[in-house]
């Protein structure tokens, strides 16, 4: 089982530990913003099991449908669970709502508090395992799960504050003005993840200062050539494409030309991981004067 199967799998196995502590909360005391921490829970182990279904479905290889592999999945997963987790936000406000509406007195906050601290930190811990292996993986699917799982922390910080303030002071109306200002830090989440994984599926350039790294790798690699131009990278899951136009002396032959590929091509791959380069080879008379100058 590959790396990134094997976390995503461990993901579904915290979520629920942390759905029935923060659930197990939320029912000793009644308390509307513990729901709201339980229901973005319930968020997490659905966004875990659609993070272990991308990255076993990108794991493929290519095949006649599919001739660049299916990475992209990830992206696609990562788009649902931003999708998810507004629609949690969503069913949070109307909860709260209807607690403002409602209110009833904490019941054993003591316990619940307790309860749901552990799985704070129980989150906390994962969390930043599933972002720093999800980029190190090039794991859109990880890397999403990461950030919502994270954003459950902070979000279970504030709901431990301001339950303990219920429970202090007896303004019961601060319980469910926690829960909408919960909803809504996870609304702008879930926005976030979406309009970071959209960019994937747009096949958006990675940062300019990669762009501009592989374009310095490629004028110091290319010794024996005039000039490389149009060069143009994009981002698939954990691979990265690259392609750009070689121009060669008019009078070269064939298998130089090739040698000087193959030069590039290993210095491109020792630069980056995961690295899919096309060379289009061109005579002087297509020189651009312009792009990667090869002196």
């Known amino acids: 089982m590959r790396a990134a199967q094997r976390i995503a799998v461990g993901s579904i196995g915290v979520g629920l530990a942390v759905l ?18 339980a229901a973005e829970s319930v968020v997490n182990v659905a966004t875990a099991v659609m993070a272990l279904a991308a990255v076993r479905f990108a794991a493929r290889p290519a095949d006649a449908n599919h001739p660049y592999g299916h990475d992209k999945a990830e992206f ?3 788009v649902v ?19 403002f509406r409602h209110p009833a007195p904490l019941e054993a906050p003591l316990p619940g ?18 972002l720093r292996r999800g980029r190190a993986l090039r794991s859109a699917a990880l890397i999403a799960d990461g950030q919502h799982v994270l954003s459950d922390v902070v979000t279970s910080v504030g709901v431990l504050i ?5 429970f202090a002071t007896g303004v019961r109306v601060l319980d469910p003005a926690l829960a909408a200002a919960t909803a809504v830090y996870i609304l702008v989440a879930g926005l976030r993840v979406i309009a970071g994984s959209v960019g994937g599926l ?10 501009a790294r592989m374009r310095r790798v490629v004028g110091e690699s290319a010794e ?9 990278m994009r981002a698939a899951g954990r691979l990265t494409f690259l392609e750009f136009h070689l121009v060669v002396p008019g009078a070269m032959t064939v ?8 030069r590039i091509e290993s210095a491109l791959k020792s630069e980056m991981a995961d690295l899919v380069i096309t060379i289009h080879v061109e005579p002087e008379g297509k020189a651009k004067h312009h792009g990667v100058l090869v002196l």
């Open 76 to 78: 696609f997963a990562a």
């Open 20 to 37: 029935a502590l923060k659930t197990a909360a939320w029912w000793v005391t009644g308390s509307a913003a513990l729901f709201s921490d």
């Open 81 to 99: 669970e931003g999708v998810l987790i507004v629609v949690a936000a969503l069913a949070i406000l109307d909860h709260a709502w209807a607690t």
């Open 113 to 130: 508090l307790g309860m749901n601290a552990l799985s704070t930190l129980l989150n906390a811990g994962w969390g930043w395992h599933l």
């Open 202 to 211: 747009m096949d958006a350039a990675p940062p300019e200062d990669v762009v």
């Open 224 to 232: 024996g050539a005039i000039e490389a131009h149009d060069l143009r």
């Open 255 to 262: 298998a130089a030309a090739h040698d000087i590929c193959d």
């Open 162 to 166: 301001g339950v303990a303030l219920v």
